[in-house]
């Protein structure tokens, strides 16, 4: 990806070198050149925005800035509809517009019993006598390092994630614990874990992240970028998990559509919406 700093200071020290005739742009010009270049650094250092080939971990919550509410039609775990892109108005306004993309699926299958055990073992070490999985499943495609996922606590309520190719288990955070009041959404209702979209092929990547929700939360989904289809998460004993296989072709100017958690109350109430709700609390000292 072309870096703009490198880049400016490429042109000058070219410039030294060079006998260049004086800009005859107007002023005006220069100056929204100008502007137009600490506009894109900046989205640079905010979003890291990454290529199809690199390996892209956000915590959702940080990164997602509040957007329009896109509705909350609850929809089959499979998609009935095409491609999602982003509106003209949203993507010019953004040096780093959103890839078209479609959910191809979200299908999960549980690990079995004693795969589980390995995954922790591996993770974990010698503190993995100490955990109980609560969730242990496959994504529906996987990546050149993750094909699923174990949610794991332990008596003091403190989950862990594990991520999982095969039978070996690999935590993104150290050491991988996740204790209760880190990372919260408005309302403290749902609880952040780590998240992750990894490359899964040619024109496809695999979305992947956890969490956990409190009592009255009684259904969670989650929505991709700015398409409205929401698709239910796997949830256990106060964890939750979402995985879902993504087509499109990004771009060293796109990147891949952000997963935005929704929570309902057992009236089918929406009470949380990412989207619209992004804050966060970071209690840790």
Not at 114 to 138: F, K, M, N, P, T
Not at 146 to 157: F, R, T
Request: proline residues 9%; contains cysteine.
């Amino acid at each position: 990806m072309s870096d703009p700093v490198h880049d400016t200071l490429g042109d000058r020290l070219r410039l030294l070198g060079t006998q260049m005739p004086a800009p005859t742009l107007p002023a005006a010009e220069i100056r929204r050149r100008a502007d137009r270049r600490r506009r894109r650094r900046h989205a640079l250092g905010a979003t890291a925005a990454c290529t199809a080939a690199a390996l892209c971990l956000a915590v959702p919550s940080v990164l997602h800035s509040p957007g329009p509410h896109q509705g909350s039609a609850l929809n089959s775990p499979e998609p009935q509809q095409g491609a999602a892109t982003t509106a003209a108005s949203s993507a010019s306004a953004s040096p780093h517009p959103p890839a078209a993309f479609t959910v191809t699926s979200t299908r999960t299958v549980p690990i079995d019993a004693g795969a589980v055990a390995e995954i922790l073992a591996s993770c974990l070490g010698s503190d993995a006598s100490q955990y109980h999985a609560v969730i242990a499943v496959r994504t529906p495609v996987a990546s050149a390092t993750k094909d699923g996922v174990v949610l794991a606590v332990n008596s003091a309520h403190q989950y862990v994630q594990c991520e999982s190719k095969g039978n070996k288990g690999t935590s993104m955070s150290t050491p991988p614990t996740f204790i209760n009041d880190r990372l919260w959404g408005t309302g403290h209702l749902i609880e952040f874990f780590d998240a992750v979209s990894s490359p899964a092929g040619t024109g496809q990547i695999l979305s992947l992240g956890a969490g956990h929700y409190e009592p009255g939360v009684a259904k969670v989904t989650i929505s991709y970028g700015d398409d409205p289809t929401q698709y239910p998460a796997v949830m256990a004993d106060g964890a939750f998990v979402y995985s879902a296989a993504i087509s499109t072709e990004l771009t060293r100017d796109s990147f891949p559509p952000f997963p935005y958690v929704h929570a309902y109350n057992a009236d089918g109430k929406e009470i949380y919406n990412q989207k619209t709700q992004p804050t966060v609390k970071d209690a840790r000292p």
